[in-house]
């Protein structure tokens, strides 16, 4: 087999286990599911990927970082706001945060997902954050991150009233969690 063709073939594995897990979650996602959805047998899952747990770590470092409103800049709390904002009025539910939110319950992978929150969300914010509770406040700001992308999952795009008016309210939110 040439290169191209199994480069091909572990993306195709990748690409299926990204969606199936964030459709289904951790638990309900079998290696029989990945092969028929990958088009790839069960050895081969193994050979490239070494374990359903394995894969499950990589689709989900696949999956991007955070966005760009934690890197360096003025008002960390406006940029949340907006972000979040979106979150709520978007048609499209996040792939990591649907993944997370399937799978957080599997004691197989409960520490995978805790890590990918920590180096995503917890410690780029902890480190924007002067003061001993810095870790307490990113941690609130993080449980309304992705409690947003809870809520647009469970009622789709939702967000009553004008995108300011809910940009204006959660900026107020997250300026009172970082401060």
Same mark, same amino acid.
């Given at each position: 087999?040439?290169?191209? *063709? #199994?480069?091909?073939?572990?993306?195709?594995?990748?690409?299926?286990?990204? =969606?199936?897990?964030?459709?289904?979650?951790?638990?309900?996602?079998? %290696?029989? %599911?990945?092969?028929?959805?990958?088009?790839?047998?069960?050895?081969?899952?193994?050979?490239?990927?070494?374990?359903?747990?394995?894969?499950?770590?990589?689709?989900?470092?696949?999956?991007?970082?955070?966005?760009?409103?934690?890197?360096?800049?003025?008002?960390?709390?406006?940029?949340?706001?907006?972000?979040?904002?979106?979150?709520?009025? *978007?048609?499209?539910?996040?792939?990591?945060?649907?993944?997370?939110?399937? *799978?957080?319950? *599997?004691?197989?992978?409960?520490?995978?997902?805790?890590?990918?929150?920590?180096?995503?969300?917890?410690?780029?914010?902890?480190?924007?954050?002067?003061?001993?509770?810095?870790?307490? =406040?990113?941690?609130?700001?993080?449980?309304?991150?992705?409690?947003?992308? =809870?809520?647009?999952?469970?009622?789709?795009?939702?967000?009553?009233?004008?995108?300011?008016?809910?940009?204006? =309210?959660?900026?107020?939110?997250? #300026?009172?969690?970082?401060?």
């Amino acid at each position: 087999m040439e290169p191209r *063709s #199994r480069e091909g073939t572990r993306r195709r594995i990748l690409d299926a286990a990204c =969606r199936l897990f964030a459709e289904h979650g951790y638990d309900e996602v079998t %290696m029989r %599911m990945l092969g028929a959805e990958a088009n790839a047998n069960i050895a081969l899952i193994n050979r490239y990927f070494g374990s359903k747990r394995e894969l499950f770590a990589e689709a989900l470092a696949q999956q991007g970082r955070f966005p760009a409103v934690l890197d360096e800049g003025d008002d960390l709390a406006g940029r949340l706001a907006e972000y979040v904002a979106d979150r709520l009025g *978007s048609e499209d539910t996040s792939p990591v945060l649907a993944t997370l939110e399937r *799978s957080a319950s *599997s004691p197989a992978i409960r520490e995978l997902a805790q890590d990918r929150v920590r180096s995503a969300i917890l410690e780029p914010l902890i480190a924007r954050l002067d003061g001993e509770d810095a870790e307490l =406040r990113a941690s609130i700001a993080a449980a309304i991150i992705m409690g947003g992308g =809870r809520f647009q999952q469970l009622f789709g795009p939702a967000a009553p009233g004008s995108r300011q008016a809910l940009v204006d =309210r959660l900026t107020a939110v997250f #300026r009172a969690c970082l401060s």
